[in-house]
């Protein structure tokens, strides 16, 4: 009898040390799989048709740069979601720069720049986007404002 209570009580110490909560389990598979993230900084948030936007992206693994991705992709979209331009940058321990040229006959409106990674892509949550704002070339018969008097 009470060797059979030892062994329940040898088994019950070796599971308690051995068991892992489903806090620790997440923190193992964080650590063994950590989520890659980009993020962009761009040089101003409104630009004339004809520009330049230069940016700077970041690829993150929690806290730390990753150097898993090699290229940084960008895309300008419109409010329909077409994708006016798309570039590859190439991504140096965990930076890239870059610019992206708006083309001179780009229409005013907001749109939306996008960047990832391929890795990024098996992750669509972690897609970063931004919007910009564009302004124009005037076109002509368009209505203009005129000076207040």
Known sequence: MIKNVFAVL???????IYAQGPLENLTNWSRINPIEKVYLHTDRESYFAGESVWFKGYFQDGLVLSAKST???VELLDNNSK?????VFPAVQ???FGQIDLPENLPSGSYQLRAFSPLILNQPDFLFSKRIKVYGKIEKGMPQ???VK
């Open 10 to 16: 040898l088994c019950l110490f070796f599971l308690e």
């Open 71 to 73: 290229s940084l992709y």
């Open 83 to 87: 994708i006016l331009i798309k570039n």
């Open 94 to 96: 965990g930076v890239a």
């Open 145 to 147: 404002k005129q000076p």
